[in-house]
């Protein structure tokens, strides 16, 4: 089999869980695979092709290749229904998805071809001495393929659930096509294959490299990081003992899911999470700080430069860097950049009323306790200052928020003003107030504005500018240790019930909320001063919620949180074995707002519906396409699926 030079060398990884052609004989100015291997720059852009299976943190979030928009946390105009958009709205807010219904983010199909082709690559790479590719850079290169072979695996379980699974196997070209006709695999052989695979990966591989230009390559600390949070995911209650799966089976009749729930997979996850916090921050990982001039931390400036400084800058957060072009605009043309005269735009992406809602009061505490000083109505009668360097409250360095702004934004945590735009906020680019009323200057009631009086302000530059295609450099990742630290807590939480674990739960918490500026947590009996700690009892349940509220916020905007409502099962309400009196989610039924077709500051300030979706249990996984049912005979459905 020869291959056109031209054509992408990952066309040769045809796929085992898919239906796939060999390419024909071509012509002599061809290079046959062997000769890919002979080569040093052949064999790397292998290598970089097998990376490109890496979720990209931004790149194709409209066409479903992310989950930022698919929980609570962003909410995409419903008038992109309309257009192109439409396949991945109609999840999102319709309430029609269907084994029917295309999904550009097609897992199913591009990670198998990415697995094979990391298979061929470990099989094949050899030293090449001549051209300075030594057996050191080689074993370094397969231990790289290895992790990622294990990584796209599981992706696939992540997303679908149990899969067609045939590890460490590569399909001769005189293939029976019955072999790859496989059917699904239980989903905890697949995490220990993967959990085996990625341990093996993470400890031939360096923790940093030292040389710039293999930062983005897979290190030991990016491997723990992927094996953490899948450990995590498969201890949580989706899959550690659903009760829902007790019938989900192959056609073999194996269950497919454990229904029997086993503590010890949280001891599993804790100690994973331990082994990767130990290996980063023994490479000097920590969190990303900026300081005031007094030395204290500033948590305004803090929060929004974790998004645009570098590693090599001194970001020593980023656990799981994004290292290919990633800035192509389109998040922040439809997240701050609306339809004005002054800079163009697409400003239909907005953050739930929700999430608005979870953001702590600046003394710690949530808005539902009685003790926060929260107030939702009425206008504020003084600017607020803040010791910080922060200038986008009102253009002013230190002002938060300026007279006469709605009391619901008034006296929140840093994180929240960095978050989102609400009216009112700064617009720094226009150099003014963002004017949310209907046909205000930031909406003009098209699709292309903000539904519910919302826009997201977290990752976007304030100099982002798509009128003239200006959008200063920032730093992409997929994972910090932010969030390490917070999987840490709640395995530590999950897997034991004693005080000190509690405690031990706590501190990396509360490491997370220093940073953010606003009071940390202790465990009730312990003698401290009130004023400078929030008690929690001493019990799961409280500490559980206490870690729950606190990745709500941290990590919103990011991705995680439709991991996390998926494996916690909090969805739909009473979901939750833990927590049945858990809160109903945004993406449940009504969706709230500020009344964006308000005309004055009462109509426009009040909670309104803006929209409403459906929600079923069969989407706590993809489905499989019907397509691929269709062609292969063994595979079963998606649980509630059918």
Aim: hydrophobic share 35%; proline share 5%.
């Amino acid at each position: 089999m020869k291959l056109n030079k031209y054509i992408t060398m990952g066309l040769l990884a045809c796929l085992p869980l898919s239906s796939c052609s060999y390419l024909d004989k071509e012509p002599d100015t061809e290079i046959t695979i062997d000769m890919v291997f002979e080569n040093k720059r052949n064999v790397e852009s292998w290598l970089a092709n097998i990376y490109d299976g890496i979720p990209s943190p931004s790149r194709g979030w409209l066409v479903g290749e992310s989950w930022e928009i698919f929980a609570d946390d962003l909410t995409p105009s419903y008038r992109w229904y309309q257009w192109e958009f439409k396949d991945l709205t109609k999840m999102v807010n319709g309430g029609t998805w269907t084994p029917n219904t295309t999904w550009d983010g097609n897992l199913w199909m591009r990670m198998p071809q990415k697995i094979r082709e990391a298979y061929i690559f470990i099989e094949r790479v050899h030293a090449l001495p001549a051209d300075d590719l030594s057996e050191e850079e080689v074993n370094y290169m397969k231990a790289e393929a290895r992790f990622l072979a294990a990584y796209y695996w599981w992706q696939l379980a992540e997303t679908y659930g149990p899969i067609p699974f045939k590890p460490d196997y590569i399909a001769p070209t005189d293939f029976d096509l019955a072999e790859l006709m496989v059917g699904q695999r239980p989903f905890d052989e697949i995490v220990d294959y993967c959990d085996k695979e990625m341990l093996a990966a993470a400890q031939q591989l360096p923790a940093v490299w030292q040389t710039n230009e293999k930062y983005g390559r897979i290190t030991s600390v990016m491997a723990l990081t992927i094996r953490a949070k899948m450990l995590l995911f498969a201890a949580s209650p989706l899959v550690n003992g659903n009760e829902w799966y007790v019938n989900h089976k192959n056609r073999e009749g194996e269950n497919l899911f454990s229904t029997t729930y086993d503590p010890n997979k949280w001891v599993r996850a804790a100690e994973a999470c331990k082994l990767l916090i130990d290996e980063a921050e023994g490479a000097g990982y920590e969190l990303f700080k900026v300081y005031n001039d007094d030395g204290t931390i500033d948590p305004f400036q803090s929060a929004t430069e974790v998004w645009f400084t570098s590693f090599q800058d001194g970001n020593r957060e980023i656990l799981f860097p994004y290292t290919k072009n990633n800035n192509d605009g389109n998040f922040e043309f439809y997240s701050t950049k609306v339809i004005t005269k002054e800079y163009g735009g697409g400003g239909g992406l907005g953050v739930y009323q929700g999430l608005v809602d979870a953001f702590f009061m600046k003394n710690g505490l949530p808005i539902d306790d009685p003790n926060s000083g929260y107030v939702e109505e009425g206008f504020s009668t003084e600017k607020e200052t803040r010791n910080t360097a922060w200038k986008y409250g009102t253009g002013v360095e230190g002002e938060i928020t300026d007279t006469h702004t709605y009391n619901m934004y008034c006296n929140r945590e840093p994180r929240f003003y960095t978050t989102v735009s609400y009216n009112g906020s700064w617009y720094d680019l226009a150099g003014r107030k963002y004017d949310f009323f209907a046909n205000g200057k930031d909406n003009d009631l098209t699709h292309d504005a903000p539904q519910n009086g919302y826009l997201v302000r977290k990752k976007v530059h304030p100099e982002d500018n798509k009128r003239d295609g200006s959008f200063p450099w920032r730093q992409a990742f997929l994972y910090r240790l932010a969030s390490v630290y917070l999987d840490y807590a709640e395995a530590l939480n999950e897997a034991y019930d004693d005080n000190a674990h509690r405690q031990e739960a706590l501190k990396y918490v509360n490491l997370v909320r220093e940073r953010a500026g606003i009071r940390q947590y202790t465990l009730e009996g312990v003698s401290v001063d009130d004023e400078d700690y929030i008690h929690v009892d001493d019990t799961k349940e409280a500490v559980r919620k206490a870690v729950r509220m606190e990745r709500r916020v941290e990590l919103c905007c990011e991705g995680s949180r439709w991991i996390d409502i998926r494996r916690w099962r909090t969805v739909a309400q009473g979901d939750n074995p833990y927590d049945p009196n858990d809160y109903l989610p945004d993406m449940v039924g009504d969706n709230y707002g500020m009344n964006a077709q308000g005309k004055t500051e009462e109509e426009f300030y009040k909670r309104t519906v803006y929209q409403y979706r459906t929600w079923k249990q069969c989407y706590y996984w993809m489905p499989v396409f019907i397509d691929e049912i269709n062609k292969n005979p063994n595979l079963v459905q998606a649980p509630f699926w059918n």
